[in-house]
Structure formats: C-alpha cells, structure tokens
C-alpha cells in the first residue's frame, strides 16, 4: 500500500505487480515534466518526460500520464521489477531564459520478491 | 552518451575548512549546468545555475560568497564550500543541460553520481 511518512511517501508492491506513483505540481505554466529515478547514493536517472500539450507518453514499461486540469502527474510501471527499487521524483520545468527543474517530495518504491 | 561525472565521490573534512566539487560533462558540452544538494530522504533542491563564462545564479537562501561556482569551459564546473561547517554536511549533486533533441526528449538534464559531503 501507500503511505506517506515524515518525509517521503512510501510504496511496496509485490514482484510483477504494477505500479502507481503519484505526484502533485504547483506552477500551471510548467512546461514539461520530467520522472527520474534515484537509487540510494546515486544521482538521479531520466525515466521519462511529457510535454504539457501531451497527456499520456509511454516508454518501455513505463506511463507517464498528466492531468493538468487537477496538476497532477503518475507514473505507472508495468510487472515491476526488484531493480525498480528506488526514490521516484516528478520534476517540472519551464524552457527559455528561466530553464530550471523544480523537484517533487519524490516516493521510495519497495518491490517485494 | 551525455555522462556526467563528479569528483570527488566522498569527502570529509574538518569544520572551517574549504571543500572543492568537480562536475564534468564526458561526452558533451555543457553551457549551462546545476548544482543540488539533497538531504537525507529528501528531495533535490536548487542552489544555483552555472553558466559557462558568467556569474552563476543563485536560488534564494543560498549564500553565494559560501557557495562559490566556476563554470571555467564548456565541460567542467566546480563546487567551493567555503569554511565547512556541520551544517553543509549533504550530498550535492550536479547536472549538464543537453539541448533539445528532435528525438522527442526534451529540455533533458543528466546527472552527475553525487558528492557525499560530511563535515566533522
């Protein structure tokens, strides 16, 4: 289940399960949206991004959807792996002259063997 | 392609001591990189953008004359800590902006592995 801790929500799911990791952003004139993954000591790995005129892109394994109606980003991983194991963060971004990343809580995921 | 490096991996240091950062783009140049830092179980937070040849823009908080930035070439930008205090202790992370691609990727950063910093 789900469940948000002091500081980072936590989801555990069970081997080839999939997978739902939501996140909430702020700036409704964010551009894109980018979903990295961060295992433990690491710096961050690109998964996958969205452009705002989009509402759903798909990788391999992997579903961004964006819902800018309600600011709300997910990210679905499909038979999740052990190797999935890690900190997810949404990020938002404007292009041009102010390009930056503003990063989401992030949510530790936990693949049950 | 478009790794980042860091160096060093790890550092401790004494407090009141200067601590140096190295971010490198390997395969790619980089105009514009950023520098986080990222306490534990928390998120990645901004503290300034570096930009090849000019000053570097700090995020509100940061103390630019304890946080000093280099951005020397169009591959290396360096990280001083200057006079480490406890308080600094965290990992800092550094990324390179890759210009948009007509791959669909857009306004993508890579990121370095990390500096664990622990000031005693």
């Known amino acids: 289940g789900e469940s948000v801790g002091l500081h980072l929500p936590t989801l555990s799911v069970q081997e080839g399960d999939n997978s739902i990791i939501n996140c909430a952003y702020s700036?409704?004139?964010?551009?894109?949206f980018i979903w990295y993954k961060q295992e433990s000591g690491k710096g961050p790995q690109f998964i996958i991004d969205?452009?705002?005129?989009?509402d759903k892109r798909q990788g391999q394994r992997v579903t961004v959807l964006l819902n800018k109606t309600v600011k709300h980003l997910s990210l679905q991983i499909a038979a999740t792996q052990p190797g999935d194991s890690a900190v997810y963060f949404c990020?938002?971004?404007?292009?041009?002259?102010?390009?930056?990343?503003?990063f989401g809580k992030g949510t530790l995921l936990t693949v049950n063997p | 392609g478009a790794v980042v490096s860091q160096h060093p991996s790890w550092v401790i240091c004494k407090s009141g001591t200067s601590v140096k950062i190295e971010c490198r783009s390997l395969?790619?140049?980089?105009?514009?990189m950023f520098w986080y830092r990222q306490f534990p179980k928390q998120s990645l937070m901004l503290m300034a953008t570096s930009n090849e040849g000019s000053k570097a823009t700090y995020e509100q908080g940061v103390e630019k004359d304890k946080f000093l930035i280099n951005h020397a070439s169009l591959t290396l930008s360096t990280l001083t800590v200057t006079s480490a205090h406890p308080e600094d202790s965290s990992f800092y992370i550094c990324?390179?902006?890759?210009?948009?691609?007509?791959?669909?990727?857009?306004?993508?950063?890579?990121f370095g592995p990390g500096t664990r910093l622990t000031v005693l």
């Open positions: 700036n409704s004139a964010s551009d894109y």
């Open positions: 395969d790619f140049q980089a105009t514009t």
């Open positions: 969205i452009r705002s005129n989009m």
């Open positions: 990020a938002e971004g404007r292009g041009g002259s102010n390009y930056k990343l503003t």
């Open positions: 990324s390179a902006r890759v210009q948009p691609r007509t791959s669909g990727i857009y306004n993508e950063q890579f």
